[in-house]
């Protein structure tokens, strides 16, 4: 049967690039060797990591002044190391959710954190940034709740902060549409949604921004440790870079971020259309700026609740992955990153239409 992977992260990867990175753990280009056993220093790793930070640049638009780098951690050490770099005195945070909250708890141990909003089911845009702060840090996509900050409200973002360093959080929709980069000092995240296995974070982050904290960074810890040193400082996560690199190619070869954008928007509506049309489940996010195309959640309509295991039962008998919600959201998440293609949302929306007939 085949199988349709809605899982929020680790998560889908095109299939072509499951294949070229299975290739090249049994033989790396042709060298006799696995990428399992190489040295990161060979003089064949270094062009891997050297071609998916100009991919990055290239598909993104990356201005120039920027670096872009592939570190261990996760997203969540850069909750640290966010403020380690940037917090002089005062932050300023968008809390749309857990990871935004995460961010905060690790930013307030380096100085006086502002929480200028909060909210888990939409997107805020009633606040001020505080002029006086060093940085204003988002979420622009809450992969639990499903929310996105719009193309919209970012342009509002932007207009509003004045000349307050941007850093965003963009784990869960990097490479999903286009982004302005030059208007961030830092975008990072988990690269296990849209570009690679577990195990590599990606940073991208503008070499002008650091220097300007007065207090010692741990040496691991300081982003101009990890620029000086090409990403390769120390032992970097090799296999993930690896398959980064393929993912990044195949995005290019498909059309690059105008294409996934269309193919994204084509996905999300269809699902969304689906739910809002349903007599048995209703999306969570009812504000449709505010919905993700990346993470929709949705839940059984009141009165249809007990319905929730067996729905969970067809769906997974029909090749349904991951699709049960997050624990603090409760019904069902169908997480559609760019790997997933409009057939493989397309076949959740006919698993849905199949069950509410029967109901
Ligand atoms: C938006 C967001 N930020 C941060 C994280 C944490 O990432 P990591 O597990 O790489 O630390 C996640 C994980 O799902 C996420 O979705």
């Not at 909250?101 to 009633?126: C, H, L, M, R, Y």
Request: a negative charge.
């Amino acid at each position: 049967m085949k199988k349709y992977n809605f899982n929020a992260g680790p998560s889908i990867l095109p299939q072509e690039v499951i294949k070229q990175t299975a290739e090249a753990v049994l033989d790396f280009q042709g060298e006799g060797l696995s990428i399992l056993e190489i040295s990161h220093r060979a003089k064949y790793f270094q062009p891997v990591v050297d071609e998916a930070e100009a991919l990055m640049k290239e598909l993104l638009g990356v201005p120039e002044g920027y670096r872009v780098l592939f570190l261990g951690g996760g997203a969540s050490l850069q909750f640290c190391m966010v403020p380690y770099n940037m917090l002089e005195k005062k932050a300023a945070y968008l809390n749309t959710g857990v990871w935004s909250k995460k961010a905060v708890k690790e930013a307030k141990g380096f100085g006086e954190v502002v929480e200028v909003a909060q909210s888990t089911n939409s997107i805020p845009n009633d606040y001020e940034i505080p002029q006086d702060a060093d940085y204003f840090h988002i979420t622009t996509n809450n992969t639990i709740f499903g929310t996105e900050i719009s193309e919209r409200k970012l342009q509002e973002i932007y207009a509003k902060k004045g000349n307050v360093s941007l850093i965003a959080d963009m784990s869960s929709d990097i490479l999903s549409r286009p982004v302005d980069v030059s208007k961030f000092d830092i975008i990072y995240g988990g690269a296990q949604k849209n570009i690679a296995p577990a195990g590599v974070t990606f940073v991208i982050v503008k070499e002008s921004c650091l220097g300007k904290v007065s207090r010692y960074i741990p040496t691991m810890l300081n982003y101009q440790t990890h620029i000086d040193g090409g990403s390769m400082f120390n032992t970097p996560p090799v296999l993930p870079i690896y398959t980064a690199l393929l993912n990044l190619r195949w995005l290019k070869a498909n059309g690059g971020i105008e294409w996934i954008n269309r193919r994204n928007q084509e996905k999300a509506d269809l699902l969304y259309k689906c739910l809002d049309e349903s007599k048995l489940f209703t999306p969570t996010i009812m504000d449709k700026e505010d919905r993700s195309r990346m993470n929709i959640c949705f839940v059984f309509k009141p009165g249809y609740e007990e319905l929730q295991d067996d729905f969970f039962k067809f769906a997974t008998e029909r090749g349904m992955v991951g699709i049960k919600g997050h624990r603090l959201v409760g019904g069902f998440r169908a997480s559609c990153y760019n790997a997933m293609d409009v057939e493989g949302v397309q076949a959740l929306v006919d698993c849905i239409k199949e069950y509410e007939k029967l109901h």
